[in-house]
């Protein structure tokens, strides 16, 4: 930062903006008292007790991780293929299906959800976690195919030429050697899916039913109704998660490595 | 003198452009061949084409006499060295080394002996568990080696193996690579854009332009009598001079010499080229002095001429010359290499 006061002064500030609003979150939840106010009047873990006792949150998280983990899972399925068949490949029209699986990103996720609605939920009869789950492994497709395409660009072609060299079959050069190359760029991609489902609201929106409903929609209504602590508590829980996450992330493969070889 | 792999009426166009036209080569066996030439004269595509990662337009290759055209590069026993190394970063070196056998299903512990043989082979047994990235380029791209002869391949492919290293390690690697291949007696092709390297390593020596073969031979007689004017100017020919009857002469700068009009270095040659010449630049360059000259050739040409000389070997009067000086420029019969065209 010495010598680069302005680059350094913006970066503090980027965090403050980042970090202040969630520390205020955070100290709430530990009040004793009985309202959403900052400063916290007393101290105590009374709302996360409350939080963790609420049924309709503890379901909903269930909800949330299934469609996560689920999803991610279709997602990097589906991606992993299109990438290696977009970047390795002698497909025609290359950049036309890389467009294709990028477009979720661009397109209305309430039109997705309408779509879904009208043709899965109503046209086939499927339940809403069906629905959503073919809706958030569209949305999730974009993350899947861009990450690990990331990834596989860095990758040095000739690291698989050279296994086909020595006699392995492409089925077997793919599992021994590009999957490996690769695995930091598929472990960044299903941990950026899993987040971005885990807290998606407009496909859930429209598309929840009474027996299936996501944490943030959940939240969502629970605010609307009362304004209590319990929400910053539960709130302050899926940060704690998160936090986790990126600690085993960064223990595990490195942020460095995961988001591109930025710092190596 | 047997093959051990042969191109026949080999082309490779990628749409307009193409890369290699109908190649016609032979690679002895037991032998190292060079392919030598600048960016972009096919001699990568023509080492990619033998080693399967690209299939040509048209033609046949044969390995071993048997048609490999078609064959997939997994099916064919080849050892190949990228210039990027492409060792796999994520298994040891011992593991690198140990792919190819483990795909040959190899038992383990026979696997462990070879790959120590063959790591010991360029000096890096003590290296075995270590990951690439660990060691440095000139190590990585021995480890490269090792991983490519363990398989004990029908031929060994070079891909200009030493490019990425600094000057006193290529040099060093140029006899490394010759020692290694007198020991296992593999058939070599090297891949090269560097005269010199391919003058010191080669048995064979393929000059290629446009995806086309310029000349093939032994270094020596290649170096000595180029078959054209491109292959002459790829190695080092600088001095080149039409005569009356539509042939083209060329002497290297080092045997060029700078004599004065008066009296003449080493005696004015009889029958070789006395030239009058006037000097536009004579400048010092460490090893060698460097003197350029314009003249006229035979066919009324105005033309440049380079001289180079050992500034040991120098007289007096050869380092006085002054730019607008008239000077005759000499060289032996000899020395002097007549080009077809």
């Not at chain 1, 899916?193 to 299936?212: A, E």
Request: glycine share 8%; charged share 15%.
């Amino acid at each position: 930062m010495r010598g680069r006061p302005v680059l350094g002064t913006l970066a503090v500030l980027g965090y403050i903006i980042m970090i202040v609003p969630i520390l205020f979150v955070v100290s709430t939840a530990f009040t004793a008292g009985d309202a959403l106010t900052f400063p916290p009047q007393g101290l105590s873990l009374r709302w996360f007790g409350e939080a963790l006792a609420y049924q309709p949150f503890i379901s909903a998280l269930v909800s949330s991780l299934q469609l996560a983990v689920v999803s991610t899972a279709l997602a990097l399925l589906l991606g992993v293929p299109v990438t290696l068949a977009i970047q390795r490949g002698k497909i025609p029209g290359k950049s036309l299906v890389e467009g294709l699986f990028l477009s979720p990103l661009v397109v209305p996720e309430l039109v997705v959800g309408l779509a879904l609605y009208q043709q899965i939920m109503i046209g086939l009869h499927q339940t809403s976690f069906v629905a959503l789950l073919v809706g958030h492994t569209v949305l999730l497709l974009p993350y899947a195919v861009r990450v690990t395409g990331a990834s596989l660009a860095l990758a040095d072609p000739a690291v698989e030429e050279a296994a086909r060299g020595l006699g392995a079959s492409p089925l077997r050069t793919f599992f021994s050697v590009t999957l490996p190359l690769l695995r930091p760029g598929i472990f960044s991609a299903g941990l950026l899916s899993f987040v971005t489902s885990f807290n998606n609201v407009p496909l859930s929106l429209l598309l929840q039913s009474r027996q299936f409903r996501t944490l943030p929609v959940t939240m969502l209504d629970y605010v609307q109704q009362s304004y209590d602590p319990m929400i910053a508590a539960m709130s302050t829980l899926i940060l704690a998660g998160t936090v986790v996450i990126a600690i085993v992330a960064e223990k595990t493969v490195g942020f460095a490595k995961i988001f591109g070889g930025i710092n190596k | 003198m047997t093959n051990a792999a042969e191109f026949s009426g080999v082309t490779q166009s990628y749409g307009e452009t193409i890369a290699v036209d109908n190649l016609n080569l032979q690679i002895e066996e037991g032998k190292l061949t060079t392919l030598l030439g600048p960016s972009g004269c096919g001699k990568t595509t023509t080492l990619r084409m033998l080693a399967g990662y690209i299939t040509p337009s048209a033609g046949t290759i044969t390995i071993n006499g048997v048609d490999a055209t078609r064959l997939p590069p997994e099916k064919r026993n080849l050892g190949m060295v990228f210039q990027s190394y492409a060792l796999f970063p994520h298994l040891t070196v011992a593991d690198n080394v140990g792919f190819g056998l483990k795909l040959r299903k190899v038992p383990a512990a026979k696997r462990r002996e070879l790959v120590l043989h063959n790591l010991d082979l360029v000096g890096l047994a003590h290296l075995a568990d270590r990951k690439p990235k660990a060691l440095s380029g000139g190590q990585q791209q021995r480890v490269a080696l090792a991983r490519a002869i363990a398989i004990s391949p029908s031929l060994l492919l070079l891909d200009e193996p030493l490019s990425n290293l600094d000057a006193r390690l290529r040099v060093q690697m140029r006899s490394e690579i010759r020692r290694i291949q007198a020991e296992t007696g593999l058939t070599v092709v090297l891949v090269t854009h560097d005269q010199e390297e391919a003058l010191e390593m080669s048995d064979v020596m393929v000059v290629m332009r446009a995806g086309k073969v310029m000349q093939t031979g032994a270094p020596a007689t290649v170096f000595t009598a180029p078959a054209n004017r491109f292959v002459a100017d790829f190695l080092g020919y600088e001095n080149f001079l039409a005569t009356a009857d539509g042939s083209l002469l060329t002497v290297r700068p080092e045997h060029l010499r700078v004599g004065t009009a008066g009296g003449t270095t080493g005696g004015a040659p009889a029958t070789g080229l006395n030239l009058p010449a006037v000097v536009t630049d004579s400048v010092y360059r460490g090893v060698d002095h460097i003197v350029t000259m314009t003249a006229t050739d035979a066919a009324g040409q105005q033309t440049t001429l380079v001289s180079t000389t050992r500034r040991d070997t120098l007289s007096s009067d050869q380092s006085g010359v002054r730019p607008g000086d008239r000077v005759l420029a000499q060289a032996r019969d000899h020395e002097i290499v007549r080009l077809a065209a």
